[in-house]
């Protein structure tokens, strides 16, 4: 599930993020992937919830999956299309 989870976001953000603005959201993108990683240091031993791992091999890498690819991806869609104005 995790790993599909991934490949969908990776698709989505392939056809739909803004990828000509993508210096303007590299600092939320950065944002999102400090805090997970942050969170799982402060927490290594007392998770608030732990994801089981589908083919990958343990809990490590799926977090992994999720602080490097699916949160700054989910970022850039998020902040990329989100609409300004008055």
């Known amino acids: 599930m995790h790993v599909g989870i991934t490949i969908l976001i990776i698709i989505a953000v392939w056809r739909k993020g803004d990828w000509r603005n ?3 959201y590299h600092t939320v993108m950065l944002y999102f992937a400090l805090g997970n990683l942050t969170y799982n240091f402060l927490t290594a ?3 608030l ?3 089981d791992a589908d083919f990958i091999s343990n809990h490590t890498l799926t977090e992994m999956l999720y602080t490097f690819i699916v949160f700054p991806g989910t970022a850039l869609l998020f902040i990329g299309n ?3 104005g008055n």
Do not use: L, N, V
């Open 22 to 24: 993508w210096e303007k």
């Open 45 to 47: 031993s007392y998770f």
């Open 49 to 51: 919830w732990r994801m």
């Open 82 to 84: 989100f609409p300004t």
